[in-house]
């Protein structure tokens, strides 16, 4: 019976210390918690009202890493046309488009990966992100995080080039200069054209291209780009035409300046049209050839040879290489917590910026 007795006590004892420990651990917890630093996404709200807005990351699942962002990049064209509520948009949403980290936290299965590795992928601007692997790109140790950001513009212009058929020895001439127009025309002199012509009313982007190396820079609210164009190509006009910007008024340009028979290859996305363009005036009789260029449309123009994943292999094997000029694209660069400010900046100037950059650090 005494037996007995001291062992309800001592099971009783254990009980009491096991239930402390549970309470004693479950307090440090939420003391942990209320000293972390809580963390900060960049998202808009509504149309037009990007905030910082705290989140807390998942556990990880099989396959995942998770990545402490430094450097991240908004992109102009469709993210900015979801920023408007253009065509369909749901809020809240995230804004940015690449981002670039180190590895901080491996999952299960993952393989090839190493924490402190530097690698991008596309996001929105946020403190972490957690990707899958297969999402990764692992920066070479050249590369600059200007260039990682410039991976989607750089997809994008590829397929302006190859769809608008630039061959060596053309003249051609690229309409807008955001960050794809950029590196267009960088592409465009590779690719071996004879003259390369960029068109934009921003004085800061004419800038960077004659930088990069263009033949002529120029703005189309204090010249008529069609004639000059003609009169740069001895009344013939350009083999090629790439309309970066999505402007109707740029489009019809790109149209009139071009040589009879030539291409132009349409890579910004439209809204709908309210004006600027005329194609009776001059499309009707010298028959251009208005191709409309999406490189992750599969299946591509030249499938099987050509698809969405071998444009990204070589896009990034380029970057890695140094083959662009990145620096005065990715401009201005701002703080993460500057970064709501900064999107309004870019979106209501957008004479003050190519690409905006911005760093975690």
């Not at 905030?51 to 998942?58: F, G, M, P, T, V």
């Not at 030249?302 to 896009?315: A, E, M, S, T």
Request: net charge negative; aromatic share 8%.
């Amino acid at each position: 019976m005494e037996h007995l007795y001291y062992s309800l006590i001592f099971n009783n004892i254990e009980t009491c210390i096991s239930e402390i420990y549970i309470i004693a651990e479950n307090v440090l917890y939420a003391i942990e918690k209320k000293r972390r630093k809580k963390l900060k996404e960049l998202i808009a709200i509504a149309p037009r009202k990007p905030i910082l807005q705290d989140y807390e990351d998942s556990p990880l699942a099989e396959g995942q890493v998770r990545v402490k962002v430094e450097f991240g990049a908004p992109k102009r064209g469709s993210e900015l046309t979801g920023y408007h509520a253009v065509r369909s948009s749901s809020f809240p949403m995230g804004l940015g488009n690449m981002c670039v980290g180190h590895i901080i936290e491996i999952g299960d299965g993952v393989e090839g990966f190493s924490i402190g590795d530097r690698v991008a992928s596309h996001g929105h601007l946020r403190e972490t992100h957690t990707w899958h692997v297969d999402r990764l790109l692992q920066l070479e140790e050249r590369m600059t995080w200007k260039e990682a950001v410039c991976y989607d513009p750089t997809l994008f212009a590829l397929g302006g080039i190859r769809d608008g058929q630039v061959r060596l020895g053309d003249t051609v001439a690229v309409f807008g200069l955001g960050a794809i127009g950029q590196i267009t025309v960088q592409m465009a002199m590779m690719a071996g054209a004879s003259f390369v012509v960029a068109i934009d009313p921003i004085e800061k982007r004419r800038q960077a291209v004659i930088r990069a190396g263009v033949d002529m820079a120029l703005d189309p609210t204090s010249v008529d780009v069609a004639a000059e164009l003609k009169s740069a190509t001895n009344g013939q006009g350009v083999d090629v035409a790439i309309e970066t910007s999505a402007a109707y008024e740029a489009l019809d340009q790109a149209i009139r300046g071009l040589a009879w028979g030539g291409n132009v290859a349409v890579v910004g996305w439209m809204k709908e049209c309210k004006g600027g363009l005329d194609l009776g005036a001059v499309a009707h009789f010298n028959i251009p050839n208005l191709i409309f260029a999406r490189s992750c449309s599969d299946p591509n123009r030249d499938h099987p040879r050509w698809d969405w994943n071998r444009i990204q292999n070589i896009c990034w094997q380029w970057l890695s290489e140094g083959r662009f000029q990145c620096e005065d694209i990715v401009s201005p660069v701002v703080s993460f917590l500057e970064s709501p400010k900064a999107y309004e900046e870019m979106d209501l100037h957008p004479e003050k910026s190519i690409k905006l950059g911005v760093s975690f650090e």
